[in-house]
């Protein structure tokens, strides 16, 4: 039976000096010329991330109402009735709403230092006006130190199928809180956490007024709100303080809430 053994092919093609450098130098080129094509490709996803990240910024601080970055008292009168507050009073400028006429002009007013806030386009109705079928923010006004405020609008067929309802007509105080109170906290609302409730009359318009403590709201552990309603639309105003702010603001966000009317 024939037999064969295994030679290293280095014996039989011996590799030269000049062989083996030729081959190191081709092994760098290779390399260094997959380097070359990696680096353009690293390139451009960095390209892509840097356009990327602005755009979605952008997105998301898209302004939809007139909010400017500067002190209400910088371009607002002061009140009439109290000189230390000045009055914000909504015009069609304002909000898509407003413009629509799906909500009537409202006013209250502010320390002039507060600054108003920008609202999000998703939040502000401006994608379904006249005929939005959700509660939106009409405006939002802050300041670190005392609290918030926002305007929020619903629809009065999510209440009521009755037309032109006033808030008597939608029910109790009660009951229009248990509708609209996950828009006070931000989140949920629990019947445990309405405090008082009280009934205003301003002219020919009733409103509702309540003060909760909300210590799992995302507004705050403190809310004042106020409902009404008006042609097509219940429209309530929240103010709202974390606890620190509540200590030390709490008469002025009072005053705050008290003013509001439309």
Same mark, same amino acid.
């Given at each position: 039976?024939?037999?064969?053994?295994?030679?290293?092919?280095?014996?039989?093609?011996?590799?030269?000096?000049?062989?083996?450098?030729?081959?190191?130098?081709?092994?760098?080129?290779?390399?260094?010329?997959?380097?070359?094509?990696?680096?353009?490709?690293?390139?451009?996803?960095?390209?892509?991330?840097?356009?990327? *990240?602005?755009? &979605?910024?952008?997105?998301?601080?898209?302004?939809? +109402?007139?909010?400017?970055? !500067?002190?209400?008292? $910088? @371009?607002?009168?002061?009140?009439?009735?109290?000189?230390?507050?000045?009055?914000?009073?909504?015009?069609?400028?304002?909000?898509?709403?407003?413009?629509?006429?799906?909500?009537?002009?409202?006013?209250?007013?502010?320390?002039?230092?507060?600054?108003?806030?920008?609202?999000?386009?998703?939040?502000?109705?401006?994608?379904?006006?006249?005929?939005?079928?959700?509660?939106?923010?009409?405006?939002?006004?802050?300041?670190?130190?005392?609290?918030?405020?926002?305007?929020?609008?619903?629809?009065?067929?999510?209440?009521?199928?009755?037309?032109?309802?006033? *808030?008597?007509? &939608?029910?109790?105080?009660?009951?229009?809180?248990? +509708?609209?109170?996950?828009? !006070?906290?931000?989140? $949920? @609302?629990?019947?445990?956490?309405?405090?008082?409730?009280?009934?205003?009359?301003?002219?020919?318009?009733?409103?509702?007024?309540?003060?909760?403590?909300?210590?799992?709201?995302?507004?705050?552990?403190?809310?004042?709100?106020?409902?009404?309603?008006?042609?097509?639309?219940?429209?309530?105003?929240?103010?709202?303080?974390?606890?620190?702010?509540?200590?030390?603001?709490?008469?002025?966000?009072?005053?705050?809430?008290?003013?509001?009317?439309?």
């Amino acid at each position: 039976m024939a037999t064969a053994s295994l030679v290293p092919t280095s014996k039989i093609f011996p590799a030269s000096p000049k062989s083996a450098t030729w081959i190191k130098t081709r092994t760098g080129v290779i390399v260094a010329s997959s380097q070359q094509q990696q680096i353009p490709r690293r390139r451009v996803l960095l390209l892509k991330t840097a356009v990327a *990240i602005p755009a &979605i910024l952008q997105l998301k601080e898209s302004p939809i +109402s007139e909010a400017r970055e !500067v002190e209400v008292g $910088s @371009y607002l009168p002061p009140s009439p009735s109290d000189s230390s507050f000045v009055l914000f009073k909504a015009k069609p400028s304002d909000t898509p709403a407003l413009r629509a006429g799906n909500v009537q002009p409202y006013q209250f007013v502010l320390p002039p230092n507060w600054k108003q806030l920008r609202i999000a386009n998703i939040l502000s109705g401006n994608y379904c006006q006249p005929k939005c079928a959700e509660p939106w923010i009409e405006v939002k006004f802050e300041n670190e130190k005392q609290g918030k405020v926002q305007v929020v609008a619903s629809p009065l067929i999510r209440l009521t199928n009755k037309p032109n309802a006033t *808030i008597e007509d &939608i029910g109790v105080p009660e009951k229009v809180i248990a +509708s609209l109170g996950p828009f !006070v906290t931000g989140n $949920s @609302y629990d019947s445990d956490e309405l405090l008082e409730t009280s009934v205003e009359k301003i002219g020919d318009q009733t409103y509702y007024k309540y003060v909760l403590e909300t210590p799992f709201a995302l507004t705050g552990s403190h809310n004042l709100a106020k409902a009404t309603a008006k042609g097509n639309t219940v429209v309530l105003f929240v103010v709202s303080a974390t606890e620190k702010q509540w200590q030390s603001s709490q008469k002025t966000l009072q005053a705050i809430l008290d003013s509001f009317q439309l």
